[in-house]
Nanobody
Framework: QVQLVESGGGLVQAGGSLRLSCAAS??????MGWQRQAPGKQRDLVAV???????KYADSVKGRSTISRDNAKNTIYLQMSSLKAEDTAVYYC?????????WGQGLQVTVSS
């Protein structure tokens, strides 16, 4: 059974930092990443990393976020800094394998101003 389990969300003050983790089990993935969905908005890409370590970021987080991957642990991380109120959203980890996307359950990140 494939599972992606996220951790590290919560309430953070504006300007602060947080680190999200996503531990996968039951499969390895080509691409792994994070998407987020704010209330009333569509789910959008935050960052993605390939199994070779190539990364891509949304413009809204570029320069203040770092996605990393530990293939031995089948885990990815998202380090975000200089957090803004507009970063408030539910963050979903995902893994892509053979054209199929697997999702974590999502975790809430709330940035208070």
């Amino acid at each position: 059974q494939v599972q992606l389990v996220e951790s590290g969300g919560g309430l953070v003050q504006a300007g602060g930092s947080l680190r999200l983790s996503c531990a996968a089990s039951g499969s390895t993935f080509n691409d792994m990443g994070w998407q987020r969905q704010a209330p009333g908005k569509q789910r959008d890409l935050v960052a993605v990393i390939t199994d070779g370590g190539r990364t891509k970021y949304a413009d809204s987080v570029k320069g203040r976020s770092t996605i990393s991957r530990d293939n031995a642990k089948n885990t990815i991380y998202l380090q975000m800094s200089s957090l803004k109120a507009e970063d408030t959203a539910v963050y979903y980890c995902y893994g892509l394998r053979g054209g199929v996307t697997f999702w974590g359950q999502g975790l809430q990140v709330t940035v208070s101003s």
